[in-house]
């Protein structure tokens, strides 16, 4: 069953009215018909299963035949924080970690930072981003939209950390020149959020890890071979999701 | 410092004569002079460390200063085998797997499969993810070059995992069907090789699930979302360099 992913403003509490993109995809692309079902998130992590009463170009309406919890939710919330990388790698990074579950991504600049954006470009590039995380958690059956934030720059990035060590949370950074410390040597049992922080194609200054590892990240290797910025997000996301997560 | 793979033919006691496409990588691309040092890598997990005696366009020669072993190698095989699909993506999983460690690659066609390569496309593309895994080995700094094996039918997937579970091998199949068991369920110390299968785009017909399974292929879950068919093989590769490998 389709799912979408709906404004809160367009859930009544039994029926739903869905226009524009949304509706032309059920109607025109997917042509489902009155009778039909969908899913509907509101992005809170509950899903309505949704009969369709009125199907036109632009106007769908519905309404709510059964609601539920998804299970389709990591029980802890992930970010990752990705140096902003070129070409069509931030696309890719961000869909699959929308696939493995993520719940907030924020790209960031740094001082090895190859790729320049001024701010009509930042803006257009955080809608592209936004758009392929909307596609990508209604592919893979999220519950919850994830979170695509403006880019930072490193200063703004280290204040969020610091946010994140008051909460608690647990802050990690892969780099290629530690060797020894792995993710399993990380002592914590559960946390209730992780932060993955993946340095640009130029890596982190070791000035940049310092000042992150003060505020209380940890340094861990992704093993002996070197890892491009768009494969070292994705395996740490991988490992988080399995020694704390629900991917295995 | 820059690493090549080369045939053993081209290795002798003390010296090393590159000719081609890599010779001219080193004295066009890189610009390297006499004097300066290369890595070479003949394949098997050794390293020689060579320092250049002669560069011209398309012949370079130089001296085995060094000779290691490689530890960037993971400590057991790996294969993936990938059912064929669309476009750049078979290009992407093969990049990602042999960042990852992987020993062979088996791509392979099975009733759900949306491609269709006749002889001559087969041959193309088998060239082209040579040529994708030998540059993604440089990059990642691989000891060995791992294999790319031409296309197979299911008929002949099914034959191979006869001979892994002959030889006392691990066959891990993720299915999206399957809710229950996790990798981590799946009790083995530290098996010497892991095949991991992946459907392609359309998944696997249960028929097919039914016969891997009595060659002795373990069926597991990787998490409640839907991950893509390029995904998937990533994050599978990524848990079992957890679990066994060298990932962490």
Chains 1, 2 share one sequence.
């Not at 924080?81 to 696939?99: H, N, P, R, S, W």
């Not at 790729?115 to 392929?132: D, F, H, P, S």
Request: hydrophobic share 40%; proline share 4%; net charge neutral.
């Amino acid at each position: 069953m389709a799912r979408f992913f709906l404004e809160q403003e367009y859930l009544r509490s039994e029926s739903v009215r869905i226009t524009g993109e949304d509706a032309h995809h059920i109607s025109r692309v997917l042509r489902l018909k009155i009778g039909d079902e969908i899913e509907c998130a509101p992005g809170t992590g509950e899903i309505h299963v949704v009969r369709l009463t009125r199907v036109e170009g632009d106007l769908v309406e519905g309404i709510i035949v059964d609601s539920y919890l998804s299970s389709e939710e990591s029980p802890i919330i992930t970010r990752l924080y990705q140096g902003l990388a070129k070409g069509d790698k931030m696309d890719f990074t961000i869909q699959k970690a929308v696939e493995l579950g993520i719940s907030e991504i924020v790209p960031y600049t740094s001082r090895y930072t190859v790729v320049k954006l001024n701010q009509a470009q930042q803006k257009r590039r955080l809608q592209r981003w936004e758009r392929i995380a909307r596609e990508a958690a209604k592919q893979s059956k999220r519950a919850r939209l994830p979170i695509v934030q403006p880019l930072v720059e490193f200063s703004g990035l280290l204040e969020r950390l610091e946010i994140h060590r008051a909460a608690g949370e647990l802050i990690l950074i892969p780099y290629e020149h530690e060797k020894q410390v792995r993710l399993q040597d990380i002592e914590c049992s559960q946390p209730k959020a992780v932060s993955v922080l993946i340095g640009p194609e130029g890596g982190f200054h070791p000035t940049e890890v310092a000042e992150v590892v003060e505020r209380g990240a940890h340094v861990i290797t992704l093993g002996p071979r070197i890892l491009r910025t768009e494969t070292a997000g994705l395996v740490a996301l991988s490992l988080v999701g399995y020694r704390w997560g629900d991917l295995a």
